[in-house]
C-alpha cells in the first residue's frame, strides 16, 4: 500500500488547513490510520488516531482544534486543522498501522507517506 499525503501549505496562525491522506488501497484492511507530525529539531509525535471502528484519539496539543476523519470508499484519511498555531508547524506524515498474529506473538506492520510541509506564521 501507497500513501499520498497532500494540503499542506502556508496559513496565518488562526487560520484552517485541511490534510488527505489517500491510500492506494483499503484502508479499512488496517487496524488504524494515523497522522504524525515532526517539527526541527523535535522526535515525531503521534497527532491523531482513527481506528477501524471509527475510535479517534488526539494529542493533547491539538485535542478540541483537529478532527481526524475517514472516508473507507475512496481510501482517504483526512486532517482538519483548525486554529493552528505556530507551534503546529511541522511536517506532518500519515500512517497506517496493522497487526498481525503468529502464535504467541503480535507484530506491527507500518506505512508511511511522503509528508506534507505545514507553515503556519505568526
Known amino acids: 500500500v501507497q500513501l499520498q499525503a497532500s494540503g499542506g501549505g502556508l496559513v496565518q496562525a488562526g487560520g484552517s488547513l485541511r490534510l488527505s491522506c489517500a491510500a492506494s488501497g483499503s484502508i479499512f484492511s488496517f487496524n488504524a490510520m494515523n497522522w504524525y507530525r515532526q517539527a526541527p529539531g523535535k522526535e515525531r509525535e503521534l497527532v491523531a488516531t482513527i481506528t477501524n471502528g471509527g475510535t479517534t484519539n488526539y494529542a493533547y496539543s491539538v485535542k478540541g482544534r483537529f478532527t481526524i476523519s475517514r472516508d473507507n470508499a475512496k481510501n482517504t484519511v483526512y486532517l482538519q486543522m483548525n486554529t493552528l498555531k505556530p507551534e503546529d508547524a511541522a511536517v506532518y506524515y500519515c500512517?497506517?498501522?496493522?497487526?498481525?498474529?503468529?502464535?504467541?506473538?503480535?507484530?506491527?506492520?507500518?506505512?508511511w507517506g511522503q509528508g506534507t510541509q505545514v507553515t503556519v506564521s505568526s
Open positions: 500512517n497506517a498501522l496493522f497487526y498481525t498474529n503468529k502464535g504467541w506473538n503480535r507484530y506491527e506492520h507500518n506505512y
